[in-house]
């Protein structure tokens, strides 16, 4: 199959297929690593000097090494020195050493935005709900918390991008997201082999899904952009 | 009728001694005006009467109800220091108003978060108090749209809101450009023909000597000097007679 014409509804097919595993992948990601994230910052914003030790102590070793190193620590760690493939095998067990390296990775990443978002809100705006009697919780939900985002997204979207891109970083461990999809039809796969384009292809998905993202996030700016804060 | 009784506050923050001692007392829609020097403890004791600090000694009673006694309990529980929160009001120096809401909502958010009365009687009430400020047409404007000024006077009909039993004023126009004190001023000064219960911290001396009925001077934590507006006239002591010629 030399033509082009006759390669692309098989690399096309192919290529949506390793789409969706980075979707899925993307997806996991974020849905641990939001909420992980808060608890994170607010264990390392806590005034139990231990604790705040501990968890400053974890980010510092997940921001300061390489995601790629922590996924193949998380990947073969288990199965070299305990002799047990805790992931199982195959695509599945890949997948899920992936979303733990990616979920803590990000999870830490986020915590430090959140951090920012939280302690940038002027300490004023707690103290006149204090005076007007509010709880605590009617405090943070009620006045801290939309100046909270309003502040973290800039930060945030940034990040979210960036995470669009480093899934392929699961390639190492053979996940098979889309740059493991395109790579195959240059090794030979399905009739196909020696072809560069389906590598190219795949930057396409990227520039569109992250273009989505870009769109959505520039939408919830705008939308917050009524007040200064 | 005695609305409040400060009786001998001391409070330090380390090794700082910033109130050491304070005592006085407040009639029911007397105006009492703080005056000293930065760093004299004026502010420290807005925010111990407003329980954002809490005193080391010292106690604070209220229409005869006892709302701070730091020999009987330091650290009240979070709904304790609610209820005690709204005897008072306070306008901050910087306003604090809440950027994501509308000069309306400011005004009611709190009456309404605690079920001060039908969402119908707080709006009303809330309207009538910003008219009372003279921003009417701003009823739908955010904060980032208004002046200081305006945004100042929002404040002060937000704490309002709340009816507290005194109102009590932080440097309320210490963050202002010159020429946007004076609607302000003329705020505090209407609230002070109703016989609104106010204590004001300011550095704007002839707007004290004007509105108050008792000046205090603070100096280096404790009252210094304290008497009618007549004391800025005829400054007995020579700290007090020394901190008005610098104005």
Redesign the interface.
């Known amino acids: 199959m030399d033509s082009f014409f006759e390669q692309f509804p098989i690399v096309f097919k192919a290529l949506n297929l390793g789409f969706l595993q980075t979707l899925k992948l993307f997806g996991v990601t974020l849905l641990g690593a939001l909420p992980l994230g808060l608890i994170i910052s607010f264990g390392s914003m806590s005034k139990f000097k231990p604790l705040s030790a501990v968890v400053k102590f974890l980010v510092w070793i997940i921001r300061g090494t390489p995601l790629m190193l922590q996924l193949l620590i998380i990947f073969y760690f288990p199965g070299l020195v305990f002799g047990q493939q805790l992931w199982g095998g195959g695509e599945s067990g890949r997948f899920i050493a992936s979303s733990i390296a990616f979920i803590i990775n990000y999870a830490c990443y986020f915590s430090e935005i959140y951090r920012g978002g939280i302690q940038g809100v002027p300490h004023g705006q707690q103290e006149a709900g204090m005076v007007l009697g509010l709880s605590k919780s009617q405090i943070f939900f009620k006045i801290t918390l939309l100046q909270m985002i309003k502040r973290i997204v800039p930060p945030m979207s940034n990040e979210i991008i960036t995470l669009v891109k480093d899934t392929s970083l699961a390639r190492i461990i053979a996940l098979q997201e889309i740059i493991w999809a395109g790579q195959a039809f240059m090794k030979g796969s399905e009739g196909i082999s020696g072809a560069i384009w389906p590598l190219f292809f795949t930057g396409v998905y990227y520039l569109a899904f992250s273009g989505i993202l870009t769109l959505l996030f520039g939408w919830v700016e705008k939308k917050l952009s009524y007040f200064k804060a | 009728m005695t609305v409040l009784e400060v009786k001998n506050i001391c409070k330090s923050f380390g090794r700082n001694h910033v109130l050491r001692g304070i005592d006085f007392t407040l009639e029911k829609g007397e105006v009492l005006s703080i005056i000293g020097s930065s760093g004299s403890g004026k502010t420290t004791l807005l925010r111990c009467l407003?329980?954002?600090e809490f005193a080391d000694e010292g106690q604070i009673i209220v229409n005869g109800e006892t709302i701070f006694d730091a020999s009987v309990n330091k650290h009240p529980s979070?709904a304790e220091l609610?209820?005690k929160?709204?005897h008072?009001?306070?306008v901050?120096q910087?306003f604090?108003?809440?950027?994501?809401y509308s000069v309306l909502d400011n005004v009611t958010?709190?009456p309404r978060?605690?079920k001060k009365g039908t969402r119908e009687d707080i709006e009303k009430y809330a309207r009538g108090l910003i008219g009372s400020v003279g921003l009417q047409d701003k009823i739908n404007s955010?904060?980032?749209e208004l002046s200081g000024g305006q945004q100042q006077r929002v404040a002060i009909a937000?704490?309002l809101a709340?009816k507290p039993n005194i109102l009590c004023f932080d440097e309320p126009t210490s963050a202002l450009d010159p020429e946007l004190t004076g609607e302000v001023l003329k705020v505090i000064r209407s609230l002070a023909d109703k016989k609104m219960t106010m204590i004001i911290v300011t550095h704007e001396m002839t707007f004290a000597h004007d509105v108050s009925d008792k000046i205090i001077f603070m100096d280096g934590g404790v009252i210094a000097e304290h008497g009618t507006p007549e004391i800025l006239e005829h400054p007995k002591s020579e700290r007090l007679q020394a901190f008005l010629t610098s104005f």
Request: a positive charge.
């Open positions: 407003n329980s954002l979070e609610r209820q929160r709204l008072f009001g306070l901050f910087n604090n108003l809440f950027p994501q958010l709190a978060l605690l955010y904060p980032c937000r704490a709340m």
